[in-house]
């Protein structure tokens, strides 16, 4: 029996500012269900459906995906607070890495191909080794072939590409880590071994970062002064630590990683 406060779905597109069509679609997603059928079989809406309608559409229309949405309209009021804190850091997230295309586009030209981003969209695994060498043009060559050798001898680890992290400089010493990207499944299976201390080695899953990178070549003894200075003609800041990239198919070069931006910080992404 439709009661005086019952709406059809076109008087409640009226009262919502809604489109029939997207009440539909609110009904068929399991967002917002009429109140009840009436006998005709319309959809009848209550007038304290309102508020609900309205405050689904807002967080749609401000990128909600419906999942949060649904768990958001079920959470308590203190459940609410922190669904909103997770949508405003996101969104944070979201104005930070379009900053950083907007720098990028804004820097480049149209025959400049020498920066350029790349990102990390899961955590990745690296395998860390303390490192020391003599300070030379293409100092790192012989310490990764001798690592990765080392590692295929004694532990059948099979390795494609190798990290250089420098840290300080000592006299004629560079000292930093040396890295080693594994895939999930050989990190699980390493996490815990014992060996890891004999060798002194770190494992870290490193967060999802969108990087800026430069092709350098590994004898350039200007490359960071001259990554500094495209930096600044970008208006890039690091947010973290660089990274030197090696194929181990070629030594001769190597990718400088900058991260720029971080994405939010939580349980590692597989």
């Known amino acids: 029996m ?95 890495a379009l900053q950083v295309a907007r720098q990028y586009l804004q820097g480049i030209e149209s025959n400049d191909q020498h920066l350029q981003l790349t990102k990390w969209d899961v955590s990745v695994p690296i395998l860390w080794f ?58 699980e299976m390493l996490e815990g071994q014992q060996w890891l201390e004999l060798e002194q080695a770190n494992l870290e899953w490193h967060n999802p970062a969108l990087f800026v990178t430069l092709e350098c070549g590994a004898g350039d003894a200007f490359a960071c002064f001259n990554l500094m200075l495209l930096l600044q003609s970008f208006g890039f800041e690091p947010v973290g630590r660089k990274l030197e990239r090696y194929s181990l198919r070629d030594l001769s070069t190597y990718q400088w990683m900058i991260p720029v931006h971080h994405a939010q910080k939580g349980d590692r992404m597989r």
């Open 130 to 187: 303390p490192l020391r060498v003599k300070k030379q043009l293409n100092p790192y060559a012989a310490a990764i072939e001798e690592k990765v050798g080392h590692l295929l001898k004694k532990y059948h680890l099979r390795c494609d590409e190798a990290f250089i992290q420098p840290d300080t400089v000592d006299g004629e010493w560079l000292i930093g880590r040396i890295g080693f990207r594994l895939s999930v499944a050989i990190t």
């Open 2 to 96: 439709v009661t005086d406060a019952a709406m059809t779905i076109q008087m409640f597109s009226t009262r919502t500012g809604l489109p029939a069509s997207t009440l539909r679609y609110y009904e068929k997603e399991r967002l917002i269900v009429p109140k009840y059928r009436g006998d005709n079989g319309y959809r009848m809406y209550g007038e304290e459906q309102i508020p609900d309608a309205i405050k689904i559409h807002s967080l749609r229309l401000a990128d909600i995906n419906l999942s949060d949405i649904r768990a958001y309209l079920r959470a308590s009021k203190d459940e609410k607070v922190e669904w909103i804190m997770k949508w405003r850091g996101e969104i944070d997230g979201k104005l930070s």
